[in-house]
């Protein structure tokens, strides 16, 4: 039986980057003894390399996709009653049922929204990118544009701000800021630095307030514009690729590939530029 290799990348990254999956569910599948080397049960910390024999969930990963493959990233307007999931018991409909092909590996959603939330959604094929926009210790900003049922007073945004204890420990919202409306239907933009379950809603809640709209406009330097309408996606521009990779200081040499146009999982039009 070959040895794990001590050469290569850490496994969880190799695999990261050829679209099995993010850094942190492939940590949990490593950790869970679903992932062998050269025969080999691996552990966290292994390293490998694309020549190395590498079993997921006991299939192989094909040498080719292991190889350092291009780098995408779309953005996508996901509309309400959507879930953020490859498959779904009662067949409700997924966001990934509207993207594009990939050459090679899958989709991975940067972050989630439940199914009554709309707005940005980022995807990559890149593992590695995925996990560093979501880890809290990159500091992401998420901009939300909310509509709240009942009276919002001063004191309660000021509550928000400066905390509040929720069931799963403290939260805050970076910055509310009144966008529109009146009496019991009002607009808010806000900024939170986490993406913990329903968070944007739970600390509303906490204040005596209730949701009833909820839109992502924002997910570190991309912005969601008006040329991608909801349902449809686009591909990051040269600009806002860069800003992306600068926001989680990742510099590695990993090329960009385009999509092929007409590459639609449905038939819902890409956005283009006017």
């Known amino acids: 039986m070959s040895p794990v290799p001590e050469a290569g990348e850490r496994l969880q990254k190799l695999l990261a980057n050829a679209g099995l999956g993010s850094r942190r569910q492939l940590e949990r599948l490593i950790a869970d003894g679903r992932v062998k080397v050269n025969g080999r049960v691996a552990r966290l910390g292994d390293r490998a390399t694309a020549d190395d024999r590498i079993e997921v969930n006991g299939r192989t990963v094909a040498g080719r996709r292991l190889a350092q493959s291009p780098r995408y ?34 989709w991975i959603a940067v972050g989630r929204l439940d199914v009554n939330s709309a707005g940005l959604l980022l995807l990559t094929n890149d593992g590695e990118l995925a996990n560093r926009l979501m880890h809290p210790s990159a500091s992401i900003e998420r901009e939300y544009a909310v509509r709240v049922n009942g009276e919002v007073t001063a004191a309660m945004v000021r509550q928000l701000v400066e905390g509040v204890e929720l069931e799963d420990g403290p939260a805050r919202f970076e910055d509310v800021v009144e966008s529109g409306g009146q009496g019991s239907n009002r607009w808010f933009h806000l900024v939170i630095m986490e993406g913990r379950r329903r968070e944007v809603r739970r600390l509303w809640e906490a204040v005596g307030a209730t949701v009833s709209r909820l839109k992502r406009v924002r997910y570190g330097p991309i912005i969601l514009d008006s040329r991608v309408r909801s349902g449809q996606w686009r591909e990051l521009e040269g600009e806002e690729r860069q800003a992306l990779l600068k926001a989680v200081n990742l510099r590695d040499g990993r090329p960009w590939g385009r999509l092929v146009r007409g590459s639609r999982a449905t038939k819902s039009p890409v956005a283009r530029r006017r």
Do not use: A, S
């Open 73 to 106: 990233v779309i953005l996508y307007n996901k509309p309400e009653g959507e879930l953020v999931t490859r498959t779904d018991p009662e067949g409700r409909r997924t966001v990934f049922e509207r993207l594009p092909r990939l050459p090679t590996g899958r």
